[in-house]
């Protein structure tokens, strides 16, 4: 979901248009785009998921609703891979509901997990290998606005 949510609208897309309109019509060339792109867009999900618990609301613009809305996010997921059974029902138990009570205890486990610190690790492990993709790119794809993008989104706090 997440690739089609936001790797292919809104990093794919967009660049595999301007290749179109630029002339390109080497398929390897669009699919070694693709590649790195859909990486892009799959991170920049994952940061918004974080984003939307853990962001500054005067930064993003918006107040964080996924667990109470019971959305299916990289938190919630990697909470449910790492947590002990005992967190794993706290979490079936209470995420999805629309209480702040519910809420508390939904981060509550994300603390225990350190699912901030995971988050983190993981954000850095999936820039290096961006940035590694885009080092390889064959010859024909200018790089400069791959890593334009990935600078302006790697760390990003809205």
């Known amino acids: 979901m997440i690739q089609y949510k936001t790797s292919y609208y809104s990093f794919y897309s967009p660049i595999a248009s301007a290749m179109i309109i630029a002339g390109v019509t080497d398929v390897k060339l669009f699919e070694a785009v693709e590649k790195v792109t859909v ?42 891979e790492l947590g002990s059974e005992d967190q794993k029902q706290i979490l079936k138990t209470y995420y999805g509901r629309r209480t702040s009570e519910a809420e508390l205890w939904v ?14 690790n993981y954000e850095k492990k999936e820039y ?9 790119l064959p010859p024909g794809i200018p790089t400069e606005p791959l890593f334009s993008f990935i600078d302006l989104i790697y760390r990003r706090e809205k």
């Not at 225990?112 to 983190?120: A, G, H, N, T």
């Open 39 to 80: 990486l892009m867009g799959n991170l920049f999900q994952i940061q918004d998921d974080y984003l939307d618990c853990y962001g500054d609301s005067i930064k993003t613009g918006k107040i964080g609703t996924d667990i109470v809305d019971g959305k299916c996010t990289w938190l919630v997921v990697k909470a449910l």
């Open 107 to 120: 981060k509550r486990i994300y603390e225990e997990l350190k699912i901030v610190k995971v988050y983190f």
């Open 128 to 136: 290096k290998k961006i940035v590694d993709e885009i080092q390889s």
